[in-house]
C-alpha cells in the first residue's frame, strides 16, 4: 500500500513538472530565424507601404478576398482601384494594397506566409520592428540598398528608413533574398521567396524595378515609428475610414484615429491566432481555452459560435422531457388527481370566511354551498 501510495505522488509530480512546459510551449513565440524567414522579401519595402503591409496581413481572409476581386478587374489599380472598393467592409489597409496589384497576388499565393506574418506583428510587433532595421543593416552592408531616383534611404544611426523619392508615385521593389542580404545565416530557416513579378527589370544583381504606381500626395495613412518600435496611423484622409460594426445595427463608419495602430478583431472573421483561445471537446459540449490577457480585450470571440451553442442546448430540451413520461405513465395519474383536490379544498375554505349568518354544522354549510351553485 504504501508503494502504491508513493508511486501515486511520484505520477502526480512528474505531471505538475510537465504542465507548465507544455503550456509555455503552446504559447512559444516565434524565434528569431523564422522573424528573418518570414521578413525577408519585405524588409525593403518603403516604409509607408511596409505598415500597410504588416496592418494587412493580420487580416488574412480579407486579403484572399481583395485579391480575388482584384483579379476580376485587371488593369485597375493606385487610387482608382481604392475607390472603386469604397463600399466593401475590408479594412482601409487591405483596400490600400489593391492600389498594387502584383504584391496583394503574392500575399494571396503565400497565404500562410501572410497569416504567420499577422500573428508575429500582432504578438511581437517591437521584434518584428527590430528585425527590419536587422534584415535592412545586412543589406546596405552588402552594397544592396542605396538610394537612387525611385527610392530615399535615411540613416540615422541604428535606425534606417526607406522613403519613396516622390510621394506621388511608388516602386515596388522585388529582390532576392539570397542576394541582397548576402549569404543566408540560417540553414534550416530559408528565405521566403517569390516568382519575379511580370514586366520587371533586372538593375542590379537580385533587385529587381517594375514601372511606378501613381497615387495622390497622402494615400498611405499609416507609417513606421521607429523611435517607438511601432506601426502608427500618421493621417486619415477621405476615403479611408474603419468601419465599427454593432451586433443588430450594421456598419457605423468611423474615422481612424491617429496615433499607434490598433487591430480590429472584427476584420479577422474568427480567423485563429497563435495566442488565441482554441476550441476543445468537453464532454460532449463545446468550450473555449482562455487567452493570455494581452488578447482578451482585442480578440472577442465571434458571434456565430455562441449562437451555435445556444442551438444545440435548445435541441436537447424536447429529447429529455419526453421520456420520462413514455417509460412511467403511471407516475403522472396522482398528480393530475392531486389537482382538483386542491382546488376543491380552497372553494370549501371560501364560504367558511364568508359566511355572516351563523351556519354551524357540516348540514347548514352544504345548504349554503348548494344554494349557491344553483344561483350560478
Keep these: 500500500m504504501r508503494k502504491l501510495l508513493v508511486a501515486l505522488l511520484a505520477l502526480l509530480l512528474a505531471l505538475l513538472l510537465a504542465l507548465p512546459a507544455a503550456y509555455a510551449q503552446e504559447r512559444k513565440a516565434y524565434g528569431q530565424p523564422e522573424l528573418d524567414q518570414m521578413l525577408a522579401p519585405v524588409a525593403l519595402y518603403p516604409d509607408a507601404l511596409l505598415s500597410q503591409v504588416l496592418m494587412a496581413s493580420t487580416y488574412p481572409l480579407e486579403v484572399v478576398e481583395a485579391a480575388r476581386w482584384s483579379r476580376a ?7 482608382e482601384a481604392v475607390r472603386a472598393v469604397a463600399d466593401k467592409d475590408w479594412d482601409p489597409s487591405v483596400k490600400s494594397l489593391l492600389a498594387f496589384p502584383a504584391l496583394l497576388t503574392r500575399m494571396d499565393e503565400k497565404l500562410d506566409w501572410t497569416r504567420r506574418l499577422g500573428d508575429a506583428f500582432l504578438a511581437q510587433e517591437t521584434q518584428v520592428m527590430d528585425t527590419v532595421q536587422q534584415l535592412r543593416q545586412r543589406a546596405q552592408a552588402a552594397g544592396n540598398l542605396a538610394p537612387d531616383e525611385r527610392q530615399r534611404v535615411v540613416a540615422d544611426g541604428r535606425t534606417i528608413a526607406i ?8 516602386y515596388v521593389p522585388y529582390y532576392d533574398p539570397y542576394v541582397v542580404y548576402g549569404p543566408w545565416w540560417w540553414s534550416a ?6 516568382a519575379p513579378w511580370p514586366g520587371y527589370a533586372v538593375v542590379r544583381p537580385g533587385f529587381w524595378w517594375g514601372v511606378g504606381v501613381g497615387i495622390t500626395s497622402g494615400f498611405f495613412f499609416g507609417g513606421v515609428d521607429w523611435h517607438h518600435r511601432h506601426v502608427a496611423v500618421v493621417h486619415v484622409n477621405n476615403y479611408y475610414v474603419r468601419p465599427g460594426y454593432a451586433r443588430h445595427s450594421g456598419p457605423a463608419y468611423k474615422p481612424m484615429q491617429t496615433g499607434r495602430w490598433q487591430h480590429d478583431a472584427w476584420h479577422r472573421r474568427g480567423v485563429g491566432q497563435r495566442y488565441e483561445a482554441r476550441r476543445i471537446e468537453h464532454r460532449g459540449e463545446h468550450r473555449l481555452q482562455p487567452m493570455p490577457p494581452a488578447f482578451r480585450a482585442a480578440s472577442p470571440q465571434p458571434a456565430p459560435r455562441i449562437e451555435a451553442r445556444q442551438e444545440r442546448r435548445v435541441e436537447a430540451r424536447p429529447e429529455q422531457r419526453p421520456q420520462p413520461r413514455a417509460d412511467s405513465p403511471q407516475r403522472q395519474q396522482p398528480r393530475i388527481a392531486a389537482q382538483p383536490q386542491q382546488r376543491v379544498e380552497t372553494q370549501r375554505a371560501q364560504p367558511r370566511v364568508e359566511s355572516r349568518r351563523g351556519w354551524g354544522g357540516g348540514g347548514g354549510w352544504r345548504e349554503h354551498a348548494g344554494r349557491g351553485n344553483g344561483r350560478g
Design 189 to 194: 530557416y530559408p528565405p521566403v521567396g517569390w
Design 73 to 79: 478587374h485587371p488593369g485597375i489599380q493606385g487610387d
Design 163 to 170: 522613403e519613396s523619392a516622390d510621394p506621388r508615385v511608388v
